[in-house]
Structure formats: structure tokens, C-alpha cells
């Protein structure tokens, strides 16, 4: 049960860091110094968006509109850690069988 409790946090560690990076590399896009057009960042930039969209979009739809302000990764951030949190505290309960 261990493994598996390490398994999870493995994931999301890497959920984690793949929000983190599509949050970066957004911000280098809308301050130029990425460009969109060369071919890289565009698939790295595709590839983010193809497996972040379905996260973000539950989330979009229940939040206000902020006027260009994308909220939807911080939301997501705070759930993995939120549930990171949970998985760890609990653990030694669904280890022991308690």
C-alpha cells in the first residue's frame, strides 16, 4: 500500500510541474520572448495545452470571468496540493489498515 501511496504523489508531483511549466512558458509567450511561430515552442506549447485544457475547462466554467485573468492553474495547484496534503496525513491510517 505504500508503493501505491508513492505511486500517487509521484503523479502528482509531475501534474504539478507540468501545470507549473504551461504557467511559465504562457507568461514568456505573452511577453515575447517566446515566439509561437517557431516550430519547438509551438508543439511544446500544443502538447501542454491537449493535456491541461481537459483540467482547466471544469474550472473555467465555474469561475467569474476576470477579465483575461486565467485563475483555472492556481486552482489546480492548490487541488494538488490540497490533495497531496490529505494523501500524506492519511497514510499511515491506510497503511496500518486502521
Known amino acids: 500500500m505504500q508503493s501505491l501511496i508513492q505511486i500517487i504523489l509521484l503523479i502528482l508531483d509531475v501534474v ?3 501545470v507549473i511549466a504551461h504557467v511559465v512558458m504562457s507568461w514568456l509567450i505573452n511577453f515575447n520572448v517566446l515566439n509561437r511561430h517557431q516550430q519547438l515552442v509551438w508543439q511544446i506549447w500544443t502538447g ?3 493535456l491541461l485544457e481537459p483540467v482547466y475547462a471544469p474550472i ?3 469561475l ?3 477579465g483575461g485573468l486565467d485563475l483555472s492553474p492556481l486552482v489546480v495547484l492548490i487541488g494538488i ?3 497531496r496534503i490529505i ?3 492519511n497514510a499511515p491510517a491506510l497503511i496500518h489498515g486502521i
Do not use: H, S, V
Request: net charge positive; proline share 6%; aromatic share 16%.
Open 64 to 66: 467569474p470571468n476576470m
Open 48 to 50: 501542454l495545452e491537449r
Open 16 to 18: 504539478w510541474f507540468i
Open 87 to 89: 494523501i500524506i496525513n
Open 81 to 83: 496540493y490540497a490533495i
Open 60 to 62: 473555467r466554467r465555474i
